[in-house]
């Protein structure tokens, strides 16, 4: 479409809000004449509008408003589906192809006109101006290092998680775990007794979801080069440790609860919980029906940021509204897996002081010929 055409289309789509001159009195009398077809053209205009107005939000995805207000593309928090936008403090998550939006540190979400009237403080008409200011304008795609998946809608998430085999000693998800991860062989082995471990593609690693009733709804895909969610799974919460444990230790991704886990060395009275950094109603509805248990401790361990704060501040709310005890559990790294790392560097720097302030070792004697 050329640009005088995208500029008819958005002059059309703007015109019911600009300022109009007196009503013709011919139009008015021809009303008059026919009373009985006014509600029709009446009618017929609003149809006519919102098929302007949505064919404007078809031609300026949610990707262009952000980067027009600043905001850049975390490729390594992203996926396909779920473009993540960062500016400073906040985050918008791109969803639907462009078409739709949500903030993962509140309940705001739309679609290109409510992100517009949210980032610039707009109603509607000045958003729709607004937008119509961008047509045009190319936002930049995000490049992807993993190809795009084609799954089978016929074959179940629960079919497509038992044809995975568990990682095992030596395998590339095993050394990806223990070697890029640092977690510890014994936490990696009770995850895969756990059955919530999966060989993932080219050395990744998937980590469960379940639901209440025990089934897989889907799950994280951490691999060296890129992070993601089973297509067509759903988040619910990753569980690591006792079913019947009262303290609940609940943080914002898989490999970040193993990681606490390793460094609680898996406290046995604790349940380690993910929620894949998203906070759907099941995710909500699975921690209260958990929470709800007499004695339970419920342990905000997310992240050391704004986002991290905010999931806390839910958990701390749901614990009120059930009376039960509540704690905020911050790694001094920003996750507990970059804490891990921190101190598995610190403790590999500590074994070789030692085995130096052990003295050479002793020189070998010559032999005599």
Same mark, same amino acid.
């Given at each position: 479409?050329?640009? =005088?055409?995208?500029?008819?289309?958005?002059?059309?789509?703007? +015109?019911?809000?600009?300022?109009?001159?007196?009503?013709?009195?011919?139009?008015?009398?021809?009303?008059?004449?026919?009373?009985?077809?006014?509600?029709?053209?009446?009618?017929?205009?609003?149809?006519?509008?919102?098929?302007?107005?949505?064919?404007?939000? @078809?031609?300026?995805?949610?990707?262009?408003?952000? %980067?027009?207000? *600043?905001?850049?593309?975390?490729?390594?928090?992203?996926?396909?589906? +779920?473009?993540?936008?960062?500016?400073?403090?906040?985050?918008?998550?791109?969803?639907? %192809?462009?078409?739709?939006?949500?903030?993962?540190?509140?309940?705001?979400? =739309? @679609?290109?006109?409510?992100?517009?009237?949210?980032?610039?403080?707009?109603?509607?008409?000045? +958003?729709?101006?607004?937008?119509?200011?961008?047509?045009?304008?190319?936002?930049?795609?995000?490049?992807?290092?993993?190809?795009?998946?084609?799954?089978?809608?016929?074959? &179940?998430?629960?079919?497509?998680?038992?044809?995975?085999?568990?990682?095992?000693? =030596?395998?590339?998800?095993?050394?990806?775990?223990?070697?890029?991860?640092?977690?510890?062989?014994?936490?990696?082995?009770?995850?895969?007794?756990?059955?919530?471990?999966?060989? *993932?593609?080219?050395?990744?690693?998937?980590?469960?979801?379940?639901?209440?009733?025990?089934?897989?709804?889907?799950?994280?895909?951490?691999?060296? @080069?890129?992070? =993601?969610?089973?297509?067509?799974?759903?988040?619910?919460?990753?569980?690591?440790?006792?079913?019947?444990?009262?303290?609940?230790?609940?943080? %914002?991704?898989?490999?970040?609860?193993?990681?606490?886990?390793?460094?609680?060395?898996?406290?046995?009275?604790?349940?380690?919980? &993910?929620?894949?950094?998203?906070? &759907?109603?099941?995710?909500?509805?699975?921690?209260?029906?958990?929470?709800?248990?007499?004695?339970?401790?419920?342990?905000?361990?997310? @992240?050391?940021?704004?986002?991290?704060?905010?999931?806390?501040?839910?958990?701390?709310?749901?614990?009120?509204?059930?009376?039960?005890?509540?704690?905020?559990?911050?790694?001094?790294?920003?996750?507990?897996?970059?804490?891990?790392?921190?101190?598995?560097?610190?403790?590999?720097?500590?074994?070789?002081?030692?085995?130096?302030?052990? *003295?050479?070792?002793?020189?070998?004697? &010559?032999?005599?010929?």
């Amino acid at each position: 479409m050329t640009q =005088g055409a995208n500029l008819h289309v958005a002059g059309r789509a703007l +015109a019911p809000f600009a300022l109009r001159g007196p009503p013709d009195p011919g139009a008015r009398d021809a009303g008059r004449r026919k009373p009985e077809g006014k509600g029709e053209r009446e009618r017929a205009r609003q149809n006519m509008e919102k098929k302007e107005v949505q064919e404007l939000r @078809d031609r300026v995805p949610c990707a262009v408003v952000l %980067e027009n207000a *600043g905001f850049a593309v975390d490729v390594k928090e992203s996926t396909r589906r +779920a473009v993540k936008y960062r500016r400073a403090a906040d985050i918008v998550i791109v969803i639907h %192809e462009g078409r739709g939006w949500f903030d993962p540190l509140s309940d705001a979400k =739309g @679609d290109v006109f409510s992100l517009a009237e949210r980032l610039e403080g707009l109603r509607f008409p000045q +958003a729709l101006s607004h937008v119509t200011s961008l047509v045009g304008f190319v936002a930049k795609e995000p490049v992807w290092k993993r190809p795009s998946r084609v799954c089978d809608p016929a074959v &179940s998430v629960a079919e497509r998680w038992d044809k995975r085999r568990k990682p095992w000693p =030596g395998s590339t998800t095993w050394r990806y775990l223990r070697d890029e991860r640092c977690l510890p062989e014994p936490v990696i082995r009770a995850a895969i007794w756990q059955n919530v471990l999966r060989e *993932g593609p080219r050395g990744s690693v998937w980590a469960a979801h379940r639901n209440a009733c025990g089934a897989v709804t889907g799950w994280e895909e951490r691999g060296p @080069d890129w992070r =993601g969610f089973s297509a067509g799974g759903t988040k619910v919460l990753f569980m690591l440790g006792r079913a019947d444990a009262l303290r609940l230790c609940v943080t %914002e991704a898989a490999i970040d609860a193993m990681s606490l886990a390793a460094l609680e060395h898996v406290r046995p009275d604790t349940l380690y919980f &993910s929620t894949g950094g998203g906070w &759907s109603p099941t995710t909500e509805a699975t921690i209260r029906l958990l929470a709800a248990r007499q004695g339970v401790l419920l342990v905000a361990a997310t @992240d050391n940021n704004a986002q991290g704060d905010v999931y806390a501040d839910r958990l701390e709310a749901i614990a009120s509204e059930l009376a039960c005890d509540f704690e905020r559990l911050r790694p001094s790294e920003e996750d507990w897996n970059a804490e891990l790392k921190a101190r598995s560097v610190d403790e590999c720097e500590r074994k070789k002081r030692e085995k130096g302030e052990g *003295g050479l070792p002793h020189a070998r004697r &010559s032999r005599q010929g």
